[in-house]
């Protein structure tokens, strides 16, 4: 294994930006678009959410899921809703649920024509409002793609748009290849590792097969015969480290991000150096 880590100087906004737009081949803006691979199914095929009818069942659904998204509204045939089904149809991987209880709005705090997202990694939700805007199945489902962070979150031009806007400062990469035979068990072993630091770090993949990836890996001054690697960056001072792996294990990982952590506190912990006393 080996190690190396650097301080930045850039801002918190600018570097995370530049991720960006490492990612979307120079513009930010490219982020917009919705790379999903999103399913578009028709309306007539669109799946059902599951019906919430009240604050049990709602909490039940919540807590089932690393992202749960429910739709608040007052007519379940209403325009919106149908919209709301769309996006259900083609987001397979999330589940969808659907309350018109006002009994569940209360508990949650929201109004009708709302669609929330919950989820899991930092027990946040994000809402969506539908009221005062021209909201869609297309706009719904780049709301759901952008801001559903996970254990393990794969990094792609639309995640990376969440990852900017995400409360978490600390942020772990585990670059290395989908394709290998060996990804599989890297995997159960990066997100065992997730679940010890829960709500404290956000654990990205980065595939190098996806060719925006390729510039992430430039960044870091990677190269394919080190891989697999871990990159993990503080956004505020941007402190940032990374370490090759033999083999991805949740102890590797588990000591390279505590031995961070501890470089942290003792940087933090260090006096000041006083200013010279040039009184005479």
Do not use: W
């Not at 007519?75 to 569940?104: C, Y």
């Not at 009708?112 to 297309?138: S, W, Y």
């Amino acid at each position: 294994m080996s190690r190396t880590g650097q301080a930045g100087s850039m801002g918190t906004s600018i570097f995370l930006c530049l991720l960006i737009i490492l990612l979307t081949r120079g513009s930010p803006a490219a982020c917009a678009g919705d790379n999903s691979s999103a399913t578009h199914s028709t309306a007539s095929t669109a799946e059902k959410p599951v019906l919430l009818d009240n604050v049990a069942d709602a909490e039940a659904f919540i807590s089932g899921a690393e992202v749960a998204v429910i739709g608040f509204f007052q007519e379940p045939e209403s325009p919106e809703a149908s919209q709301f089904r769309l996006t259900a149809g083609r987001i397979s991987e999330v589940p969808f649920g659907l309350s018109t209880s006002p009994a569940v709005l209360s508990h949650y705090g929201v109004e009708a024509n709302t669609v929330t997202l919950f989820r899991m990694v930092d027990n946040q939700r994000r809402d969506l409002d539908m009221n005062n805007n021209d909201i869609d199945a297309e706009k719904m489902t780049r709301f759901i793609r952008i801001n559903e962070l996970r254990l393990v979150t794969e990094y792609t031009p639309v995640t990376a748009i969440g990852v900017m806007q995400s409360s978490f400062q600390l942020h772990l990469l585990l670059i290395t290849d989908k394709t290998s035979p060996k990804y599989s068990e890297q995997m159960r072993r990066y997100r065992e590792a997730a679940e010890l630091f829960k709500g404290k770090i956000l654990f990205m993949l980065v595939d190098i097969n996806l060719k925006s990836n390729e510039r992430t890996m430039s960044f870091f001054k990677l190269k394919k015969s080190q891989l697999p690697a871990l990159a993990i960056f503080n956004a505020p001072d941007e402190e940032q480290e990374i370490l090759t792996l033999d083999e991805v294990s949740v102890e590797h990982v588990q000591n390279f991000v505590n031995g961070f952590l501890e470089r942290m506190e003792k940087g933090e912990d260090e006096p000041k150096e006083k200013a010279p006393n040039e009184e005479l």
